[in-house]
């Protein structure tokens, strides 16, 4: 403690801070915990106190020098739409979160209660954060072989995703805590959720490709004597609509073309979409692995009606 200290007046009480000064360009807080000299990690005092960062490092080398007591305590992190978010939290040690973009802009710690299947973070500022992320109890869910911490109020919303339901933004911020070293194990199946929450649990939608309407070339301004940036789009209508949960905005899969089909208009027992391709450097007909016509490119197969289509998790999940 008293080492972590003499580091700490040693990085941020220099002669070149005054008291009226807020921003700290000289020291940073991963050059503190991390051993690694970040400016954009930098002190802004206007958000926490000097007190606060000393206290979180001291729990963050302490969380460092244990071993996990089981499978859930760890290094979690969520999705922000700016920056990067970081939750380190031992049951026996407590909690830090960290979230960096330009500065150390947001920093809190505290202790943590953990149950069987639960984990709540109590930091002494509780009051000034409104996040269910921080303020919910943390439900412990198991999708495949990955771990999450889900806050109590979003089960449902988590369900959603889990089951390729939601309606995403790529920026859009997560609304739970997902494990940092597990993001490139894949999920499969329906996630598990403790006993007196498997009631919000809810399964992808399962449709097929009713008809096969046309294909459309979109040009675009891009387009050189050279390199063909001209989108396709291949229209398709699905045998099912509002009946069966189906709302515009939703993705999707085709498991026998590996493609996605993005939903754009709906009714009560139908909806349609359409399928992106676009052109290789050859002027090929192109197709991609991921949502909305993004991911890896592949050779395209051809669209035919009564092909299964089902929901699934974005990638990344």
């Not at 002669?15 to 915990?33: G, H």
């Not at 439900?139 to 995403?168: C, M, N, W």
């Not at 399964?203 to 309407?213: A, E, F």
Request: a neutral charge; one cysteine or more; proline letters at 4%.
């Amino acid at each position: 403690m008293k080492f972590l200290y003499a580091i700490f007046l040693a990085i941020v009480v220099s002669p070149s801070l005054t008291v009226c000064q807020t921003r700290d360009d000289e020291s940073n807080w991963f050059k503190l915990v991390k051993d690694r000299d970040d400016y954009y990690s930098r002190f802004d005092f206007t958000r926490y106190s000097a007190d606060d960062v000393l206290k979180a490092a001291r729990i963050y080398k302490q969380i460092e020098e244990t071993t996990s007591a089981d499978e859930w305590e760890g290094l979690y992190s969520t999705q922000v739409a700016i920056g990067e978010a970081e939750l380190r939290w031992r049951a026996s040690k407590g909690f830090v979160f960290h979230h960096v973009y330009h500065t150390l802009s947001s920093l809190q710690y505290g202790a943590v209660l953990a149950e069987a299947s639960a984990v709540r973070l109590i930091s002494p500022n509780a009051r000034q954060v409104k996040s269910p992320l921080f303020r919910d109890r943390l439900i412990k869910v198991k999708f495949g072989k990955k771990h999450y911490l889900v806050p109590q109020s979003r089960l449902r919303d988590f369900a959603e995703r889990a089951a390729g339901r939601e309606i995403t933004d790529f920026l859009e911020e997560w609304h739970f805590w997902q494990r940092i070293d597990e993001y490139d194990l894949t999920v499969e199946g329906l996630p598990s959720y403790p006993e007196e929450y498997a009631h919000l649990i809810v399964s992808p939608i399962k449709t097929k490709i009713l008809r096969v309407g046309h294909r459309r070339v979109v040009p675009s301004k891009s387009t050189t004597d050279t390199v063909n940036y001209d989108d396709i789009y291949v229209s398709v209508a699905l045998a099912d609509g509002y009946n069966k949960g189906i709302k515009a905005g939703m993705d999707f899969f085709v498991p026998e073309l590996g493609e996605w089909i993005e939903v754009r208009k709906v009714t009560r027992f139908r909806s349609s979409g359409r399928i992106r391709r676009d052109f290789d450097l050859e002027g090929r007909e192109q197709c991609w692995d991921s949502d909305k016509g993004s991911g890896q490119p592949f050779t395209c197969k051809k669209v035919v009606k009564g092909l299964a289509v089902v929901t699934k998790p974005p990638d990344g999940f």
